[in-house]
């Protein structure tokens, strides 16, 4: 455990030492503003009622291309500096080195979270929101960005090459987007039976989100999230065992 | 007492490459190995293997007693490596690179900076420690690296080119260094400079093609130069086994598959 919070501690002083903090945490408080603000009906929820749905509802979209911009870096910068054979031949098992990158990757998706709370004393000061939706909400958001974040570590391991971690990583997201995302069940519901598209749909960020969302903290969408990281970061370490050297 | 590295059948393929192709020999205690070979001969990819890093297709390797495939943590917790081009984080200082090394290799607190000052002393680093790596020369890129393979004191030793690409006086640092070093450990050094194994090796290896076409003391490796040759008198023995041309390359290009 010392050894994975060692790993940790290098990856986000990493983070801090360049730009990508800075430029990450400022995008991500500046769209989720906008979002919210300008397309998500912050003042009028259709029942005038106070809450950050209209907030939380952006979530998956943002994380769509901010996560992927984070966990791009993750693995393919140690292959294209060669630093991973300096890594791997440290006395550390694989399983802690990919489980304290991604953990400084989630913590710092999480600071980022974190310092969008004026949004929640704004809308404490403006009306009577129920706060424990709220915080259901965070939770579920902070549990999404864990999903898309593993994800993305284990496609980072696949390259050297940041802008393809990229590109393959916000492509698998939006699958996993999608498969929940209303608009597109629609067109398939006409051709599917009912019961290959709940399935389908059991398999999106969507659908588990959107019950956290709504304040509904329920087993299966913490499962799924919680399996969802276990899974790709297995992936992630099975991945680096295969392919180390090039 | 057994040796401190045991390699025995150690064979890679890179799909159809043999890149390494059935290499056995020990190294012992007070052993400065030098490991020739022209450029592709498998040098850095026994290495590799040697370290951990890379899965042989066949073999095993051992360090002070631990078998590196089957309790690699322990295999590396007693060994220093220093990759080809020493690679480091290249927006960390060399303390906070020195740090980060030190307490994933169990160090701490005073124990810790202690031993960063040490290798700081020996491979002189003073005034360079709080400047980002990426801005260093490559010779202070190259002795950051030596300082992180030294940092524990390991028993075992392994250096991918530790001179290549510093200038002359440096080189005599490094190889003073290392001379000094073989005392007490079991060192290997890959190089491609000849002199340099005269100088710091008390035995080479030569390889060629993944296999081991002269094993002994540098002394006997020139001795079997007939004494018609007069000059570079190793280069002349080096090219014999090697089946190299007349004017072999004098340096390393970017040659193999590690783009
Ligand atoms: N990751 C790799 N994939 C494919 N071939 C490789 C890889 N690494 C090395 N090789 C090949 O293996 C051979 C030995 O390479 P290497 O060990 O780097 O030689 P040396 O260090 O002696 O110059 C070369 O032919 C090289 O092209
Ligand atoms: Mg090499």
Redesign the interface.
Known sequence: M??VF??L??EL??YF??PVAYVFIVIFLLLSGFFTFQLGDFYNDGNGQATLSGFFNWHPWLYLFLIPALSMRLWAEERK???I??L??????LPQAVLGKFLAAWLFAGVALALTFPMWITVNYLGDPDNGTIAAGFLGSLLMSGGFLAIGSCVSALTKNQVIAFVLSVSICLVFLMTGFTPVIGIFSGWLPAAVIEAIASFSFLTHFDGLAKGLIEARDLVFFASLIGLALYANTLLLELK??? | MSATIEIRGLVKHFGPIKAVDGLTFDVSEGEVLGFLGPNGAGKSTTMKMATGFLTPTAGTVRVAGHDVGEDPVAAKSVLGYLPEGAPAYPDMTPLGFLRFIGEIRGLVGGALEQRIAEVVRRVHLEGIMRQPIETLSKGYKRRVGLAQALLHDPKVLIMDEPTDGLDPNQKHEVRSLIHEMGRSKAIVLSTHILEEVEAVCTRAIIITKGRIVFDGKPEELESQAPPSVTKNRLDWVFRKLTGGEKHPEPQLSAVGGRL
Do not use: C, N, S, V
């Open positions: 010392r050894k060692t790993i501690k290098r002083a990493g030492a360049t500096q060669g630093t054979e300096l791997m031949t440290l006395p550390i098992t180390k050297a090039d």
